[in-house]
């Protein structure tokens, strides 16, 4: 056995892990227990098989391309981080990227990630045509809107419980360079970065960073960036149509001690990030695709900041009507508790699009907290608001949260089940995610 | 209208030979793959023509099938501006200390074949008068450790024979490169303990053999940490190396 864990490093379990090369070894290395893993860059339990977990990101090539359509056919374990290398140059970008490029496309299909863009675009698996799935139940099957069509909305979204997906064929956007025009927006409190991010619903994309830290006259102070496509005449001379993106230069060495995040610390880094981004409010001007969409990768295993015991991230997304009471509320929780990340991320989203899909309509809140001390009890409370507000938590991201939270949130589960009993009846495909929210005990 | 460059990979199916063709794809050359099972790399060449809008033609080669070699080299529609070998079998050193068939295919897999192979590409580049020739080898060969000798002093033939072949190689306008690319997370190394710092990933090991190509170097250790190891290591004293457990 191997000791698995997600990218918050919380919880670690033993799986057997295997990285089958064909996809009939991938049919042959599923046992009861079994879940695909992308890039391991969920952040719990959702990629840890419950007995044997299935690498896929030895299946990393491209089947098919049509530089006319941007149709294009690949196998699971494609980085994104690879599809934007690899056709950025020749003027093609998926339609949605998450906050790191290092997930692969099975991963992001799984979750059904959503971007900066949600709110206007939708989610990644708007822009999937079909999936070649190999079912718990041992069949190989090709399910799209038309054909095997509750297969396929059930995969999008289902976190990898309907089998193992092991191609896709998806649309790429065009573009006419690797950048994009930003504009920045500082807001000094949560009305006005609510009011920010409704003022920029018609921008392509939008997101705010929340300094938690900030409490008071200032609870909900950020900065918003909105963004837009570059277009080649709003280049300057001589500067490349598709920036290289470098690979993470700066690495976090070694787990820093639990104490370098502290109150004082946090609450310094926060004012300066604040301060340096107000300065920049106002004018727009045009960044590289990298850091715009991915400013986390810049610094490789970021997740060690958090100290070997490893970390928790809170996503939650609340229904427009009532969110600003809600969000205020945790808000102030977490700013007197004093312990979350540097930065909070706030942003706008749509209608989700498969039938375990995280996004509704509504903002969404993301936190790290650190795991230690009580953390597990504060977000039970944190829970019990977003549940009495109608909203719900991102599985991609959840290593804690209770059944009850799930089945609150997640009208749509008794649906999701039958359609996976009856693709999988024997209950073969299990992670550590759907032992602990989805199956029968 | 300039012709394209090209280059042939010789063990096209392997993680290191998959990743030197994107890598050359990228670069805008045209790319030959070549290995036992030509349907298997069919994949392969799919993926290099529609990630990089590339040439790709595919070849059957057997490195154990030495009596093939000429008619595969004069076979090809176009002698290639580089030629990559990453063809070796890592073998099992248990079995091969008793097993003579075993060691036998380690030896030639890693020894004969791609000496023989490489030396007669070398000839046509001379007599055409450039090209790079590219050699797989391995810091395994820079001394032999008791837990893969077998493995080691084939690698360590391979070095020794692409180093003779650059000196003469080099007066007639063609560059031979080696490169050790040290631990690689690959097919062959699977299930092995790998030392995290000194290990990279196959994409790492390709990229550096093009740019070996480009800039022209002679030996080439991926990892520059597996220089000064492998410094420290080939100067040890035998009465030390002995004790030592590796």
């Known amino acids: ?48 098989g419950a007995v044997r977990t299935v690498a896929m990101t030895g299946f990393d090539r491209v089947r098919s391309f049509d530089p006319v359509t941007g149709r294009i056919r690949l196998e699971a374990g494609v980085l994104l981080s690879d599809l934007i290398d690899t056709f950025g140059p020749r003027g093609f970008l998926p339609f949605v990227v998450p906050g790191t490029r290092f997930v692969s496309v099975g ?23 079909s999936i070649l799935l190999r079912t718990g139940q041992g069949e190989t099957i090709e399910a799209s809107r038309e054909e095997n069509s509750d297969a396929f909305f059930a995969t999008i979204g289902g976190m990898g419980l309907t089998g193992i997906i092991l191609e896709a064929t998806m649309r790429l956007r065009t573009v006419e360079t690797g950048w994009i025009r930003e504009r920045v927006i500082s807001a000094s409190d949560l009305d006005a970065a609510m009011g920010a991010l409704d003022a920029g619903d018609s921008s392509t994309y939008s ?51 639990a104490m370098t995040l502290n109150r004082t610390s946090v609450r310094a880094f926060n004012e300066l990030y604040y301060r340096m981004g107000a300065r920049r409010a106002g004018g727009s001007h045009v960044v590289s695709l990298y850091p715009y969409f991915f400013p986390l990768d810049a610094i490789a295993d970021w997740n060690r900041i958090y100290g070997r015991r490893g970390f928790l991230q809170h996503q939650c997304v609340i229904p427009q009507a009532g969110a600003r009471a809600v969000l205020g509320e945790i808000l102030g929780r977490v700013a007197a508790r004093g312990d979350a990340s540097f930065l909070a991320v706030l942003k706008k989203l749509g209608q989700g699009d498969g039938i375990l899909s995280f996004p509704l309509p509504g903002y969404t809140l993301a936190l790290d907290f650190p795991v230690k001390g009580d953390i597990m009890n504060f977000l039970d409370e944190i829970d019990h608001l977003v549940v009495a507000a109608g909203g719900r938590l991102y599985l991609a991201k959840d290593a804690r949260q209770s059944r009850a939270t799930f ?29 602990r929210l989805f199956d029968e005990v | 209208m300039t012709s394209r460059k090209t280059v042939i990979v010789l063990g096209g199916s392997s993680d290191i030979g998959r990743a030197a063709a994107r890598a050359f794809a990228k ?45 595969f080299v004069n076979g090809l529609p176009a002698l290639p501006d580089v030629v990559i070998s990453i063809v070796g079998l890592l073998g099992v050193q248990e079995n091969a200390e008793s097993d003579l068939a075993h060691a036998t295919t380690i030896m030639r897999s890693n020894y004969e074949g791609p000496s023989l192979i490489l030396g007669l590409f070398a000839e046509k580049l001379l007599a055409r008068g450039t090209g790079t020739i590219v050699g797989v080898s391995s810091v395994a060969g820079d001394r032999g450790r008791a837990s ?24 007639g306008g063609v560059h031979v490169v080696t490169v050790k690319p040290g631990f690689v997370r690959t097919r062959m190394t699977e299930g092995m303990k790998l030392i995290g710092p000194l290990t990279v990933d196959a994409p790492v090991v390709g990229g550096a053999i093009l740019s070996a190509v480009e800039n022209k170097s002679d030996v080439v250790y991926v990892s520059g940490k597996w220089r000064l190891v492998m410094l420290i290591i080939k100067t040890l004293p035998e009465a030390v190396f002995k004790k030592l457990k590796f």
């Open chain 2, 27 to 71: 670069a805008g050359y045209d790319v030959a793959l070549a290995g036992r099972d030509v349907a298997a790399l069919e994949p392969d060449a799919a993926d290099l023509r529609a990630r990089y809008d590339v040439v790709v033609g595919l070849y059957k080669f057997d490195v154990l099938d030495t009596a093939s070699f000429e008619g």
């Open chain 2, 148 to 171: 893969n000798y077998v493995y080691g002093s084939a690698k360590a033939g391979f070095s020794a024979f692409l180093s003779g072949l650059r000196a003469r190689a080099s007066r």
């Open chain 1, 107 to 129: 991963g992001a299909i799984a979750a059904d990630v959503h971007g900066k863009n949600h709110h206007c675009e939708g989610g990644f698996g708007r822009y999937v045509d």
């Open chain 1, 1 to 48: 056995m191997t000791l698995v864990s997600g990218w918050g490093r919380f919880p670690v379990v033993d799986s057997e892990l295997l990285r089958p090369r064909s996809f009939e070894a991938v049919g042959e290395a599923v046992v009861t227990g079994s879940v695909a893993r992308g890039n391991g860059r969920a952040y719990g339990d959702a990629a840890i």
């Open chain 1, 207 to 257: 997101v705010a960073w929340i300094d938690c830290a900030a409490r008071g006259r200032d609870l909900g102070r950020s900065l918003i960036y909105l963004g837009e496509h570059a277009g080649r005449g709003e280049l300057a001379e001589g500067i490349d149509v598709f920036p290289s993106g470098k690979n993470p230069g700066l690495a976090v060495p070694f787990d820093l001690p």
């Open chain 1, 407 to 435: 089945e609150a949130g997640y009208p749509a589960l008794q649906r999701f089940n039958a359609i996976r009993r009856s693709l999988d009846p024997a209950g073969n495909i299990r992670s550590k995610l759907s032992q």
